[in-house]
């Protein structure tokens, strides 16, 4: 049997494909941009080695700081508002949503679906302050209609909203089958004990679902880190670098500023930040890890 | 299920709250999409009004023409579907052979190999966009489905693997155990017995690589030059240029690039909502 | 299991149908759907007179049916109905989608053989001093009438690289109708320009509409200003101000300040910094705007069917007005040859690249269908190719250049290195709404300077 699983020739035709896979797309571009990161290399042309000149200018860059801290907000976000509220919506889901569950679920998760791309041209019309959807809403209600969604001050909590209604249905389908795994006797038994709604879902929901949101919230973070794309096609950054994120900031210091060494090390800082993050709620969840 | 709670605890106003709750959420989720139909059947200069939605004067469906005929649409369709169902097996049968050879099989770098598959997981994409480029480049890979397949697979497949082997380790051993005492060969054993016990996180896995690179763009229009393989996000990019001065066209476009994953979702939603929450509430 | 199988089945069976439909589109190697690109050279592969051959184009212009894309798109039909052994395969991308490309095709082993450039040092230099351009035969264009200077940028060390393809000049479009209606009148000074924005807003009506979200019209704004302000000799005190990391001269503050205020008296549409090209061009275009603030090669609006016929008819322009107290006359206006071609030195048909080149700008190519079509001003003399039938804002335009007394450039986005362009351009929006001072805007263009 041990002699079976330690068979040296099948191990490796069995983890060879996902290696060559992983060496050849992941790893070897991560390598070269820490290499490219010590070098002042524009994207053209002749190079020379800097040493670790780029990763100093990093550490003064205020933007760098800026997408940083933007990162943490949007984190935050997710954790603050979306995920309280994926977790209400799905308690009263299961609870009162009858036979409307499914359509109720499915409609929550429809934007999911949907190319961020297209996600992000229609948000930028539906914030458009001339003529958008939201200013108009605005204005049924008596307002003046001319909040400026995307401009500086706004715009940050703007990209926050769009994030937090994209991946919303997400963390409620999660959420929801979590609560839909507790046992109902459990709650039955609660109700025998006279507990009322908000003290079963407080003390039976929420400890039991501890796992789900553990996992929940290591994504929220990641994704919260590596967010681009929704950034990049709604404000790029803008106004200013007011919205700036890591990944469309190495984008653009790469492809608009032509500075590529640069934008590699912003990209090495970043892996480093994921993994870190990463490992850091590891240990902090630790207990999960050795159920 | 617990009826007994309930007749307890719902008297009608706050049932009523409850029920404006779940509608008001589900109005501002699928409102967006409301919106864009809307728009998508109008003329360019009736986008300007006020109100909520437009009740267009005449119903224009020769935007969808327009949107269909200019944007391609057969042909970034093809490329989508091929692109995503061949990324789906390849990133099936990678995740499940790692996961396997990682989690049944002694060696001693088991835990290493897996743990650094997994910190695929972490790694953004957009870090390897250029120097992807340069290597693919240098292999004669660009404009050819290589070079956005094995990306799509490489940053699937973490993923995958995370799904496939927690729940591999939930499968007890003794059934395979009894198999390779018959003489069994791993081969057979991951084909006939692992394959089809796994088959739930298949299909969460499947769900998964599929909603993350059916919309997938940057890497598509890095690394490819033409239309031989380009896949749907492109449409709505290419129309931005080409319409640019007719909004309608460009929400009709929109519209029918988030047509067919929206239509494979209707049908299959409960098995997509399922997937999704199984794979995150088991992993 | 079942419904996984089913899920498979089902896109297969989309995917044959899909493959069944569209053998034709299969085919079609260029970037663009509609643009009869391959058409001529299908029937033409068995009576090919030379050599094969196959030239790829990357352009950033993606719309292949109107404006400058058109006429691309045009003189590369006529090109391989000329040439029956050529085929010409387009890649067209919008402008930042294409630097993106741009610089992913210079990092890596061979570039397109005809490509879309930028005469301006933030751009060009950078892709010179690489040796990435074939250098052209300049003696070859002696005869087709470039204007004087247009080629510099193109240009270094005496040896030329690449064709200018426009005269830009920026300036207010307006609608001349909504003008009359209301009563308003072209304004001469900035404060009058100014005062006629709260008129319009009175109205509900956006005064300009502005593209400040890919702020380049709001560094082009910026040099207009200084040109109204110095008349003269902008271009040189900014390359000055740049080579020496001082913008301590006052027309710089002065031009910020003008800059900010008309932001905050309401020139610009509400979230000006983050409409798009697109979004502000439809603003005018819709009558949701009265001016627009956009180059010489918007004027193929007023031939766009695209545009409801009241709107496209009334299309006018005017240049910056004048600012009290400043030397700049209204002959000194902001333009410059920005957009144009070069042949690349990696491109496997360099050869036959340049042929293309040279037949797309012969006089009677580029210049005379631009001119024809209303497109815009090549950067060659187009005056023998008037017909008589211009549209009106094409006769302002050409009147302008005519009287011009001197051309700014871009030079608070071009003068500099590309990381100068990236900063400069995040500056100018950030003193435009306000969130950095006059004078903070000017130490951060000093500090992105060294």
Known sequence: MEKTYSNKAIIVSL???????????????IILSGYYSTTDFSGLGDFTFIGFDNFTELFKDKTFWTALTNSLLLAVGFIVIQHPLAIMMAALLDRKGKRAEGFFRAVYFLPNVISVVIIAYLWKFIFNANFGLLNNIVEMFGGKGNINWLGTGNAIWSVLIVLIWHGFGWGMLIYYTGIKNIDPVLYEAAAIDGCNNKSMFLRITLPLMKPVIQVNVTLAIIAALKQMETVYLLTNGGPGNETQFMANYLYKQAFSSFRYGYGNAISVVFVAICIIATQVLNVIFREREER | MNDRVMKRSSFPIGKIIIWILLIAVAVIQIFPLVWLLDFSVASSNEMFTNGLLIIPKVIHFDNYVKA????????????????????????????????????????????????????????????????????YDKLKMTDTIWAILIPY???????????????????????????????????????????????????????????????????????????????????VLKFTGLYSSNYAVQFAVMALTAAPMVIIYILLSKHITKGVAMGAVKG | MKKLFSLVLVLAMILSLAACGNKDDDKTGDDNGTSPTTAPDDSSDDDATGEAVTIKVFTNLPDRTTGQGFVEQTLFDSYMAENKNVKIEVEALDDEAYKTKFKAYAAGT??????????????????????????????????????????????????????????????FYYNAKMFQDNGWTVPTTYTE??????TINAKGI?????????????????????????????????????ANADFSDPSFKKAAELLREAASKGLFQTGFETTDYGTAKNLFTNGQSAMFYMGSWEMSMATNQDIAPEIRDNIRVFTMPLIDGAQGKATDISAWNGGGYSVTASGAQKEEAIKLLNYMFKPEGW??????????????????????????????????????????????????????????????????????????YLQGLAGASK
């Open chain 1, 15 to 29: 983890v060879l494909p996902g290696i060559i896979t992983f060496i050849f797309a992941i790893l070897a571009p």
């Open chain 2, 68 to 135: 269909f005929v200019d944007g391609n649409f057969l042909l970034y369709l093809k490329n989508s579907l091929l692109i995503n169902v061949l990324a789906v097996v390849l990133v099936l049968i990678i995740s499940i052979m790692t996961a396997f050879a990682t989690t049944r099989m002694h060696w001693k770098l088991s835990g290493t190999v897996r743990i650094i598959i997994l910190l695929g997981m972490m790694i953004p994409i957009h870090a390897t966009l250029l120097p992807n480029y340069v290597i």
């Open chain 2, 153 to 235: 697979i490489a940053f699937s497949l973490p993923q995958g693997l995370f799904l496939t082997s927690s729940f591999m380790a939930s499968i007890p051993k003794e059934i395979e155990e009894a198999a390779i005492m018959d003489g069994c060969g791993i081969y057979r054993i991951i084909i006939v017995i692992i394959t089809p016990m796994l088959r739930t996180s298949l299909v969460t896995v499947s769900i998964m690589t599929f909603l993350n690179n059916w919309n997938e763009f940057m890497m598509a229009s890095t690394y490819l030059n033409t239309d031989k393989w380009r896949t749907l996000p492109f449409s």
């Open chain 3, 110 to 171: 061979t570039m397109p053989d005809l490509v879309s450039v930028w005469g301006q040092p933030g751009f060009i230099d950078e892709v010179m001093d690489a040796g990435l351009l074939q250098e052209l035969n300049a003696a070859d264009y002696a005869d087709y009438g470039f204007i004087p200077g247009s080629l510099d940028g193109f240009s270094k060390d005496g040896k030329l690289y690449g064709l200018a393809r426009n005269t830009d000049v920026i300036g």
């Open chain 3, 193 to 198: 320009l100014l005062a006629l924005a709260d």
């Open chain 3, 206 to 242: 956006i005064p300009v509409a502005m593209d400040g979200g890919d702020k380049w019209p709001l560094y082009i704004y910026m040099t207009d200003l200084l040109q109204k302000i110095d008349g003269t000799g902008v271009m040189q005190k900014t390359a000055d101000a740049i």
């Open chain 3, 367 to 440: 210049t005379k269908l631009a001119w024809e079509n209303g497109v815009c001003m090549s950067a060659q003399d187009f005056s023998q190719f008037a017909t008589g039938n211009e549209t009106e804002v094409q006769k302002q335009f050409t009147e302008l250049v005519k009287s011009a007394t001197s051309l700014s450039g871009t030079p608070l986005g071009d003068m500099g290195t590309s990381e100068f362009k990236t900063q400069s351009s995040d500056l100018t929006q950030e003193v435009s709404i306000g969130v950095k001072t006059a004078d903070e």
